[in-house]
């Protein structure tokens, strides 16, 4: 039972470069997120995603695109790597009951991004 | 604007008891959660509240006053594998959870 899977676990990028973080999910999750998170500060949520070809921004969207093309796969793309994206990148899944996303989230290990 | 407060750290004896508190203001508010990160690791789920009150669970409770804006963690026979942070994070009207920074949890024996 794999849960949520992140890929890579740890990355160095320059400026100027462009990656693609890879998050997948098996347990058949509609609402699916990407977090950034801050040494001093709480979980930024960047997109999300409550269903396959459905994606929104979140409270810090820019310099970051994802898509949703089947029920268990968010990938987030970096377009353009900044020093200021320097952060571990969290996924999560969760379901949706009833239309009510709030339901325990379960999160990926995380990826360990520098941009130099 | 939409704000979670939690304090920054706290220590706490072995086998003792402590009470993590977070103070919240969302645009609407649709529940509190409390989610527990050891350092390195991914954030696991420990609680929701919605009405007010107190949800029991094992070791670990978790209180909600809406009318205050107002939520603690409490947990007790604190072993040290309880040494984590501590995360607070409030729905707004959106179903949208703001995440507050973490209460970082010493546990000493």
């Known amino acids: 039972n794999a849960g949520v899977t992140q890929t890579p676990k740890f990355q160095v990028l320059k400026t100027g470069q462009s990656m693609t973080l890879q998050c997948a999910q098996d347990?058949?999750?509609?609402?699916m997120s990407w977090y950034r998170q801050d040494p001093g500060m709480g979980l930024r949520l960047i997109h999300y995603?409550?269903?396959?070809?459905?994606?929104d921004q979140g409270e810090v969207p820019n310099g970051y695109n994802v898509s949703r093309s089947t029920t268990e796969d968010f990938p987030l793309r970096l377009l353009s790597a900044a020093p200021s994206q320097t952060s571990v990148y969290f996924c999560?899944?969760?379901?949706?009951?009833?239309?009510?996303?709030?339901?325990?989230?379960?999160f990926g290990d995380g990826t360990r991004l520098s941009i130099l | 604007g939409q704000n979670i407060d939690q304090p920054t750290e706290m220590t706490a004896t072995e086998g003792a008891i402590v009470q993590i508190n977070c103070t919240y203001q969302?645009?609407?508010?649709?529940?509190l959660f409390w989610y527990q990160q050891h350092a390195g690791e991914a954030p696991t789920f420990l609680s929701y509240?919605?009405l007010d009150g107190l949800e029991e669970k094992g070791r670990f409770s978790s209180f909600l006053s809406r009318s205050k804006g107002y939520s603690y963690l409490l947990l007790k026979e604190l072993q040290m594998k309880d040494s984590a942070s501590y995360l607070c994070?409030?729905?707004?009207?959106?179903?949208?959870?703001?995440w507050g920074a973490g209460t970082k949890l010493i546990i000493k024996p």
């Open positions: 999560a899944s969760s379901r949706i009951s009833g239309g009510n996303p709030n339901q325990p989230q379960h």
């Open positions: 347990m058949n999750h509609e609402y």
């Open positions: 995603s409550v269903g396959a070809g459905i994606t």
């Open positions: 969302t645009s609407g508010f649709n529940g």
């Open positions: 509240n919605v």
């Open positions: 994070a409030g729905s707004d009207s959106n179903y949208q959870l703001i």
